[in-house]
C-alpha cells in the first residue's frame, strides 16, 4: 500500500501515540486534522502496522516496533 500521507503528520501522529492514544486526544493535540483525515490515516497506519490498539485499554492505539523506526528515520532525515 502506498502512503498518501504526509510524512510530517505521520510523524506527528506515530509521536502522540508513542505511549498510547485515543483518536479523541490525537483530535485535540492535532487540530489541523479533519476526523474524516484521522480516521483515513489511523487506518492506513494500523494497516501498514504502525499502530496497534492497545489490548489493555479499550480505544487506545500504540505505535508498534515499525512505526518507532518509521520514527527514527523521519528524524533522522530531518538533521
Do not use: C, W
Not at 13 to 33: D, N, R, W
Not at 38 to 51: G, N, P, Q, S, T
Request: charged share 30%; proline share 5%; net charge positive.
Amino acid at each position: 500500500m502506498k502512503s498518501r500521507s504526509d510524512p510530517k503528520t505521520i510523524a506527528r501522529i506515530l509521536e502522540a501515540t508513542s505511549f498510547g492514544a485515543t483518536k479523541a486526544e490525537l483530535m485535540v493535540k492535532l487540530p489541523s486534522l479533519t476526523n474524516s483525515q484521522l480516521r483515513r490515516i489511523f487506518a492506513e497506519l494500523v494497516d501498514k502496522d504502525y499502530l496497534r490498539p492497545d489490548p489493555s485499554e479499550n480505544g487506545r492505539y500504540v505505535t508498534t516496533h515499525k512505526g518507532l523506526l518509521f520514527l527514527k528515520k523521519f528524524n533522522g532525515s530531518e538533521k
